[in-house]
């Protein structure tokens, strides 16, 4: 029997029963995600996908990888693992949703020092949702148990996406010019970046998981653990009947670092602060922090996680669309040529 013939390793810290039992139950998870194209469950060596390439003139595929950051390990002091995974999702979907890409599939690494099946379980079942909200499958993924690499029961994520889109419908921002505007979608709280300071200020003020954070009426676990929000049915949504001209996940680097990624050399981006209104909780870290608003917008999203830049013509016409959709949504600012070509080339108007 297996169980006998996986003593030595059960001895030295890996559990190949556990391993076992943990696939046994994420088969229905897996094949809850099945899209059209998927030719394979989980168990194999590999993934099967068969992309419909019938309606794309030169398919391209995007790919990206990503993790969770240090919010995982709040999840972990928090005990609370049924949304990490969705986080997870999120930030390889959003980024490839940027140059217009439809995710096909996805995949994960769990990696820990003791298999905790029931943990574990939890995690893929929010990925598992978050694919599920994508539109994408979860072709498959891979669990390690590594003793001293990781301490106890701690464990590290990874996510894997595949996308496609068509050469000739790839948003790189490379027709953005002077004149177009920029509207912002709202963020669900902090997403996935900046919690390396998020915990220290959590810690410095001595909050709790299950008190109410400061100025809301939901817990400080429930408002720290939000999951990332995922915009891939909504941004393709208004990408099939309006010029997208460029998009920006805000993610890691605030505004400061990420919209400059898809701008030309010859503008840059005028925003008002003000024009959107910034949640609680990044007041409340700003005053714990002693922090100055453009440290805010270097390292949080404060309050929108994903921008378009649309033709000023198409303005009213897209916020409808996006109210129809229910996504919040402020015209945040607009293009205007560079005045200076060695200064930044995103510049905040009315910052206190």
């Known amino acids: 029997m297996k169980s006998e013939r996986g003593k030595a390793y059960k001895a030295a810290g890996v559990n190949l029963d556990a391993a076992d039992a943990l696939v ?3 088969k229905s998870l897996t094949t809850s995600t099945h899209i059209k194209g998927v030719l394979s469950d989980i168990g194999g060596f ?3 996908f068969k992309p419909d390439l019938g309606d794309l003139e030169e398919p391209v595929l995007v790919a990206s990888t990503d993790g969770v950051g240090t919010k995982l390990k709040l999840a972990c002091t928090y005990g609370a693992y049924d949304t990490i995974g969705i986080d997870l ?3 390889s979907v959003n980024d490839i949703l940027v140059q217009g890409a439809l995710p096909l599939f996805f995949l994960d690494y769990y990696a820990t020092g003791a298999l905790d099946v ?3 379980e939890q995690v893929v079942a929010g990925v598992a949702a978050g694919c599920k909200e994508a539109g994408c499958a979860l072709l498959g993924g891979e669990t390690a148990e590594m003793p001293d690499v990781y301490r106890g029961d701690d464990f590290d994520l990874a996510g894997f996406c595949v996308g496609l889109v068509d050469n000739t419908k790839i948003v790189d921002g490379a027709g953005i010019s002077v004149g177009d505007v920029i509207i912002g ?9 900046g919690y390396s300071l998020v915990r220290k200020l959590v810690e410095e003020a001595g909050l709790t998981p299950d008190q109410k954070f400061p100025g809301s009426q939901r817990t400080v676990k429930e408002v720290l653990l939000a ?3 995922i915009y891939v049915k909504t941004v393709r949504n208004v990408m099939r009947d309006f010029n997208v001209k460029g998009m920006i996940h805000i993610t890691g680097g605030g505004f400061y670092d990420n919209i400059p990624r898809i701008l030309p050399k010859a503008v840059e981006v005028r925003l008002r602060f003000g024009s959107w209104p910034v949640p609680s909780v990044f007041h409340w870290l700003k005053e714990q922090g002693g922090l100055s608003w453009g440290e805010m917008l270097q390292i949080f999203n404060c309050g929108l996680g994903y921008l378009l830049v649309v033709p000023q013509e198409q303005e009213e016409d897209v916020h409808a669309r996006l109210g129809a959709l229910k996504q919040s949504a402020w015209t945040i600012g607009r293009i205007e040529r560079c005045k200076d070509a060695q200064g930044e080339q995103v510049v905040f108007d009315h910052l206190p």
């Open 227 to 229: 999951p990332t929000a």
């Open 89 to 91: 999702v999120a930030m």
């Open 185 to 193: 979608l709202g963020s669900t709280g902090l997403h996935s970046n």
């Open 24 to 26: 046994s139950r994420l």
């Open 46 to 48: 590999g993934g099967l």
């Open 118 to 120: 029931t943990r574990a």
